[in-house]
């Protein structure tokens, strides 16, 4: 047996946060239920020995386990976006979930497992592997969402998404099935020199293959139609998972879809392109104009994320290297743009009734005027003011679209991000010059600020660095096989 074609480095980053798993349910067994910080300790740990096997493995892997899995940049790319932003959440979780009394264990082992997943989907050079990531993401997120059982809206939004999830999860493995039939293989490789050398490369079972794919991997991106999901669940998870949520699992569902389609998108354009220009524009438009009359900031935030996945559908539609680069740029940026908005958000809510509603910002501006300046970063940010990173994850977004020559798409986006300006600017509004005395001072909490601190660092940083990013992006989706 040629044991070279098992090469470990290929898995490492996934090996270490399996073992990891197994490490955290041991330490918060042996801890005891009384104490639960041991167990966070031990995930932050794994999460960083992660990191550092991820920067040591980069693009040093190859391809290995008969052309299944891929140790290349891309991959590693996207472990690090998944790795920051487990980091963040397990490090700002604690006090939420103490907060509501279900500091339990299991959660930091979940968002263990869930990151897992995602490693594997950004690795998969084989449709069976990308299938397996995405339900073990899936699994661990589906119990993530209904983590606060005394909750009915918590229930209710793991219903649903386990409900929807499945459904999604089966056209997408329908998908396979018929590709499979098509070529008699589930290996991108084949997948693409199919496509690549048919004369008609949709005949037969592939058109509907790939049209069932496309719905499985848009149901994760919460793009239109399969949007519907994403506010109920958003605003019944617990906040903390919501915030991961809405950034680790889009990303992966992106870096997915970019290890199927980008090959044939470079070879022979997108001959699905007309319907992905409807779902681009359909998604951003109806995102941005659902959050205009939202009255609470996570289902302001959910219809944003869905207005955010309609601008990066523009990097696949446009098949190039830029859109590629920037789509990974676009992501790095954008998760801690919402994962510090969101956990702004908890910090701020006093409530405790799952009410989230954007008058609890009022006077946050003079209560807390650090904490509102760093809410102000990401609404900006996320608008895409310059020099923030939303603004160049944007431009290369944009500009790669306009080279392949959808101009008008990006005119369409262009005036949605002006839409998108009312409601983010009415968070700063309300900060800063809304008065409301019966409003309590905020929460202290030092490791939560830090996340949030840090957040809003990695916006500011990356928009002054941005080429530099992008050069390495560029280099990821190079290494492609």
């Not at 991959?75 to 979780?93: D, E, K």
């Not at 779902?279 to 609470?296: D, E, I, K, R």
Request: net charge neutral.
């Amino acid at each position: 047996m040629d044991l070279s074609r098992f090469n470990l480095i290929t898995i490492a980053t996934p090996l270490v946060l399996g073992a990891g798993v197994l490490l955290v349910m041991l330490v918060d067994l042996l801890s005891g239920r009384a104490n639960r910080r041991p167990a966070q300790l031990a995930a932050l740990a794994v999460v960083l020995a992660a990191a550092a096997v991820c920067l040591a493995t980069w693009n040093t892997g190859g391809v290995s386990f008969f052309g299944q899995v891929s140790g290349d940049g891309f991959a590693s790319f996207f472990n690090l976006i998944f790795l920051a932003v487990a980091f963040l959440v397990i490090l700002a979780g604690p006090a939420y979930l103490e907060r509501n009394a279900i500091h339990f264990g299991e959660y930091y082992s979940l968002v263990l497992v869930s990151v897992m997943g995602m490693a594997f989907m950004a690795a998969g050079t084989n449709l069976l592997v990308i299938f397996l990531g995405l339900e073990t993401m899936s699994l661990a997120l589906y119990v993530l969402a209904g983590f606060n059982p005394a909750r009915q809206s918590s229930n209710e939004a793991s219903l649903k998404y386990l409900l929807l999830g499945s459904f999604a999860t089966g056209f997408l493995v329908f998908g396979i099935a018929l590709v499979y039939g098509q070529i008699g293989s589930t290996d991108l490789a084949r997948f693409s020199a199919y496509l690549a050398g048919a004369g008609d490369p949709f005949a037969g079972y592939m058109g509907a293959g790939v049209a069932l794919l496309l719905i499985g991997l848009t149901f994760k991106m919460a793009v239109v139609p399969f949007h519907f999901w994403s506010p109920d669940v958003y605003d019944g998870a617990p906040t903390v998972v919501s915030a991961f949520m809405s950034a680790a699992p889009k990303a992966a569902a992106f870096a997915a879809a970019l290890r199927i389609f980008y090959a044939p998108a470079e070879s022979l354009g997108l001959p699905w392109e007309r319907i992905l220009w409807i779902l681009a524009a359909l998604t951003m438009t109806v995102g941005n104009l659902s959050a205009l009359n939202q009255a609470s900031i996570k289902r302001m935030l959910a219809y944003s994320s869905v207005a955010h996945a309609g601008y990066l559908l523009l990097g696949i539609l446009a098949g190039n290297e830029l859109g590629a680069a920037g789509i990974l740029f676009y992501l790095a940026s954008y998760v801690f743009m919402n994962v510090g908005a969101f956990t702004v958000a908890w910090m701020v809510n006093r409530r405790g009734e799952g009410r989230y509603d954007l008058g609890d910002f009022a006077q946050l501006g003079f209560r807390r005027p650090l904490l509102a300046a760093m809410m102000s970063v990401f609404m900006l940010g996320l608008i895409g003011i310059p020099p923030l990173a939303g603004f160049f994850g944007k431009l290369y977004v944009f500009t790669a679209a306009v080279q392949a020559g959808y101009v008008w798409l990006v005119v369409i986006a262009v005036l949605n991000s002006a839409v998108s300006v009312f409601y983010y600017l009415r968070v700063m509004v309300i900060m800063y010059m809304r008065e409301n005395e019966a409003l309590k001072d905020v929460d202290r909490i030092p490791a939560t600020f830090a996340a949030v601190a840090a957040c809003a660092l990695m916006v500011i940083l990356l928009g002054l660095i941005p080429g530099s990013v992008l050069d390495v992006a560029r280099a990821a989706v190079a290494s492609m096989p």
